[in-house]
């Protein structure tokens, strides 16, 4: 907590609180740093950004609050710094990856300024979590994918599907007045094709068409276990291991049936990156700060670096052409951001790939308050 010295007369110490109290209650995280990186103060909201009490900061390293590698630099930095004066960060604004209590991460914006106080070097840094901004820049670029999308499906659903449903009837009838098994086979594959034509254009609609929202309290753990129960003889028959880590029971205020749906998008991925066996971890936690922290995670193939990053652009898809439409991701991303959270991905090749969801807690006495 910034506080004033004891030793002050009356009107510098009530300066000197009135500063303290207007640093305390600022908006943005300010934490001060002495040359050997630790913590001598943090505000309020440093303290709400990071998750930790003002006891396990003051006084310890502010390397605790930096992932890696930067916390493995970051004392080398300093020390770099005050020899040759040639700054990185300080005096230069930059946004930045902070570590919250727990490991997760939190983009931030950050600002130092370097200063003295009673003869000692102290370091100040001004922090503002980005965390809000970026998940509203994702869904802006969401947006505008889905009304590119939208413009593609409202021109080809009725040029395409009205000639399906023609085809898809003579097709049908073909079938019934066939005699011999193998043309009645031939006529099925027709109906079956002309069927996955018609369902692709269903779920092209689905995407592009603004979903009426649903606000009920969903139990996130049995909504995975139920989407995990669906495909039961799937991962038991490609001898897959399914390892559940759910801690505690968290609930999330949505639409139950299209968060199950996106689960099974995650899960048959998986299932998908994984023909000859391995293991699917899918683990649930719950904190007062982060909200709810859910991740599918898969032993299998993983993904190419370069295809990384157009996982979730419509039509694209690492699968062999016919086994995948390239819309399963965009729709997950659509529900996910639906329900005002996040959707990250990791992978290695060879290794596997981890879908990491954040969305906020719902707290059931709030409802009833």
């Not at 130092?112 to 809000?132: A, K, M, P, Q, Y």
């Not at 505690?248 to 049936?257: A, I, N, Q």
């Amino acid at each position: 907590m910034f506080t004033a010295e004891p030793s002050m007369d009356t009107e510098a110490r009530q300066t000197a609180d009135r500063l303290a109290a207007i640093l305390e209650s600022a908006v943005d995280g300010i934490v001060t740093i002495d040359a050997k990186g630790m913590i001598d103060s943090v505000n309020q909201a440093a303290i709400e950004i990071f998750g930790f009490s003002r006891d396990e900061l003051v006084g310890r390293s502010v390397n605790q609050l930096m992932p890696s590698p930067a916390c493995d630099e970051h004392d080398a930095y300093i020390e770099n710094y005050l020899k040759t004066r040639k700054a990185k960060v300080i005096g230069i604004g930059r946004e930045v990856l902070g570590c919250r209590k727990g490991g997760m991460e939190v983009p931030l914006y950050l600002a130092v300024s370097e200063g003295r106080h009673n003869g000692e070097v102290l370091f100040t840094g001004i922090l503002r979590d980005l965390t809000d901004l970026h998940v509203a820049e994702e869904r802006a670029r969401a947006a505008e994918q889905l009304a590119s999308l939208s413009l593609i499906t409202a021109g080809i659903a009725h040029d395409i599907g009205t000639p399906m449903n023609v085809i898809l009837g003579y097709a049908d009838m073909l079938r019934d007045s066939l005699s011999d098994p193998k043309d009645r086979r031939r006529a099925e594959v027709i109906s079956e094709q002309v069927r996955r034509v018609t369902d692709l254009l269903q779920t092209l609609l689905n995407i592009a068409r603004p979903q009426k929202p649903v606000s009920v309290s969903v139990r996130v753990a049995e909504v995975l276990d139920h989407a995990l129960e669906f495909f039961r003889e799937k991962l038991r028959s490609r001898q897959i291991v399914v390892d559940r880590r759910y801690e505690g029971d968290p609930e999330v205020l949505g639409d139950r049936d299209r968060l199950e749906q996106m689960f099974l998008n995650l899960i048959v991925n998986a299932a998908d990156a994984m023909p000859k066996g391995g293991r699917l971890t899918v683990s649930v936690e719950s904190t007062s700060k982060d909200g709810i922290h859910i991740s599918i995670e898969d032993t299998g193939y993983g993904i190419e670096p370069e295809a990384l990053g157009r996982i979730f652009e419509p039509f694209y898809t690492s699968k062999d052409r016919g086994e995948g439409t390239g819309l399963g991701l965009v729709v997950s991303r659509s529900i996910v951001l639906d329900h005002r959270g996040t959707i990250e991905v990791e992978s290695e090749v060879r290794k596997g790939t981890r879908f990491t969801l954040h969305f906020p807690a719902f707290e059931r006495a709030s409802r009833t308050a």
